[in-house]
Nanobody
């Protein structure tokens, strides 16, 4: 059974940085696209970033482009989200997601079928 485990959520101050991690098990990580989504209180889930199986192509949500970076390290079945210059609007539960279909391009709306439990990020002033 495929599982994703996020970690790294914390309370940080405005302007700070944070790195989230996600470790996958039970799926063929080397051929799976990976992504981060977030959901703030009272809001719909929002796409944050995604990376193809080979790490070549990345996509970012408009609100995070230039401040967040998604990377992966296949030998550890891990994907990361580096978040810099944090603002109050970053506060949300961050979810790791996997597209288990092998060797696909990024499919934001339909591809990510495996989800983690989420990790809380809170930015304070």
């Amino acid at each position: 059974q495929a599982q994703l485990a996020e970690s790294g959520g914390a309370v940080v101050q405005v302007g700070g940085s944070l790195r989230l991690s996600c470790v996958a098990s039970g799926l063929n990580f080397n051929s799976a696209g990976m992504a981060w989504f977030r959901q703030a209180p009272g809001k719909e889930r929002e796409f944050v970033a995604a990376l193809t199986w080979n790490g070549v192509t990345a996509e970012y949500g408009d609100s995070v482009a230039g401040r967040f970076t998604i990377t992966r390290f296949n030998p550890k079945n891990a994907v990361y989200l580096q978040m810099n210059n944090l603002t109050l609007e970053v506060t949300a539960v961050y979810y790791c997601a996997a597209d288990p279909d092998s060797f696909q391009p990024i499919r934001r709306r339909t591809g990510f079928k495996v989800w983690g439990q989420g990790t809380q990020v809170a930015v304070s002033s």
